[in-house]
C-alpha cells in the first residue's frame, strides 16, 4: 500500500514536471524588444515635438494689468498681503490656544458627578439598561464638551473592556 502510495507521487511528480516543461513559452523575447524599441522612438518623436514648446511656455498668471509678464510691484504686494494674512490667522489661533478654559459650572459639575455614578452603576450591575441610557441622555445636556468627552471615554472603555453589556436598542445615550 505505502509502496503504491510512493509510486503513484513519484509519477505524478514527475509527469507534472514534464509537462510543465513542454508547455513552457518560447525562451525568447524578440516581440517583447521590438515592441520597446517602438515606444522609445515614439517617446523621443515625442520629446523632440514638446521641447520647442515648453521653452516657450510662459507664466499662466495674469497680472492685474493684463499686460504680457508679471508686475513685479502687484506680486510683491500681493505676497505681501497673503502672508500676512496667515500669520494673522495663525497669531489669533496662538492666543486662543494660551487663553484657559473657562471654569465648569456648578450645575454642569453636578451633572458630571451624576454621569459618573450612572457608569458606575452600570459597571457594578455589569449592564446598560434602557432607563440607564435615558438618564446619560439629561446628564449630557448638561454638560460643556471637554467633560462630555470625558464621560463618554469612560463609558466606551468599559464597554470595550466588557466591563458592561450594552442591553439598548439603538445608541447607548
Known sequence: MKLLLLVTLGLGGGLGFLAGRGTAPETS???LLSLLTQQGTQLAALEARLGSAS?????AVASPAGAPGIDATWLQAELSRILHEELGSRREEEKQARTPAPEPSTESLMALQEGHRLVDEASSARRWREEDAHAMRRVLRGLNSAQRDELMRRFAVLVNAGGIDVQVRGPPF
Open 55 to 59: 521653452q516657450q511656455a510662459r507664466c
Open 29 to 31: 523575447h524578440d516581440e
